[in-house]
């Protein structure tokens, strides 16, 4: 079986490692940093032979390079290094598009363009087999439990389409994003709609998960389709309240998201 560990890296980016505890052979996705992932796979014997790139910001490639040569020292060998044809990403031995799929440590991962965050954004999607028993979804800074990425680049129409692609995954898919921001989302989320049960209860599950220093990450489909406002803009007490927020009425689903993205920007 493969598990997904998290290695901290900045404030609050986690770079996802995907190992085989049999072989010791492991993938990291967005390594904005290299040391924190070295020392992840010294302390547990790994040898790294892939890396995924979800987008070019620094805090998701800054660390690929050291990566290349480290492996490169250890084992002799060059590392796959997958992710969006960007010249901003000079290390990129696979660029990757649309409808791309990958077969990596025996796991398949299905590449789909999430532009929004930024024009060049993909995000894996791998369903479940023999090696994991629940799907996964690596997401970059396009979803995040309760929000989404700022929109640097794309427009909200954009986002909007990318954000409802991932939204149609399974629910049972594991969402691992790339920050620690839950906490934050949620303090938004819980202005959009104050008197939510679910929104209350996952509050209450994320603060005991943070109060003992544990991820809140993975969460699901299923979680972010019950509690994440921004996967909820038809939904008649998210229009009501960014309508109240920004004291005119709502035409569309388009409309609400763009102002609700506004809204979170300046919170
Ligand atoms: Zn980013």
């Not at 490692?17 to 040391?35: F, H, K, M, R, Y």
């Not at 598009?97 to 894996?124: A, N």
Request: hydrophobic fraction near 35%; include cysteine; charged fraction near 20%.
């Amino acid at each position: 079986m493969l598990t997904v560990l998290p290695i901290n890296a900045y404030q609050d980016n986690y770079i996802w490692c995907i190992q085989n505890p049999l072989s010791q052979a492991c993938i990291v996705v967005d390594p904005g940093e290299a040391q924190p992932v070295i020392d992840h796979l010294e302390k547990h014997q790994l040898t790294l032979v892939a890396i995924l790139v979800t987008h070019h910001h620094y805090d998701h490639v800054d660390g690929i390079c050291d990566l290349v040569s480290y492996t490169q020292q250890q084992t002799g060998k060059s590392i796959d290094v997958y992710g969006p044809l960007n010249p901003k990403i000079k290390q990129i031995t696979h660029p990757l598009k649309h409808g791309d799929v990958l077969t990596i440590l025996g796991t398949l991962y299905e590449v789909t363009e999430v532009p929004g965050h930024t024009l060049d954004h993909l995000s894996y999607f791998s369903p479940e087999d023999s090696l994991h028993s629940a799907p996964w979804l690596f997401c970059g800074d396009t979803l995040f439990s309760a929000g989404c990425g700022r929109l640097f680049e794309g427009t909200p129409a954009q986002m909007l389409n990318s954000l409802k692609a991932l939204a149609s995954y399974p629910l049972e898919t594991e969402v691992y994003c790339t920050h620690e921001y839950t906490l934050s989302n949620l303090a938004f989320t819980q202005a959009v709609l104050p008197n939510d049960t679910e929104v209350k209860l996952y509050i209450e599950r994320c603060q005991t998960l943070r109060d003992s220093n544990k991820p809140t990450l993975p969460s699901t489909i299923k979680t972010e389709l019950a509690i994440n406002p921004f996967l909820n803009c038809t939904r008649p007490d998210v229009q009501a309240s960014v309508s109240l927020q920004s004291q005119s009425p709502i035409t569309d689903e388009l409309d609400t998201f763009t102002r609700l993205r506004k809204w979170k920007d300046t919170f």
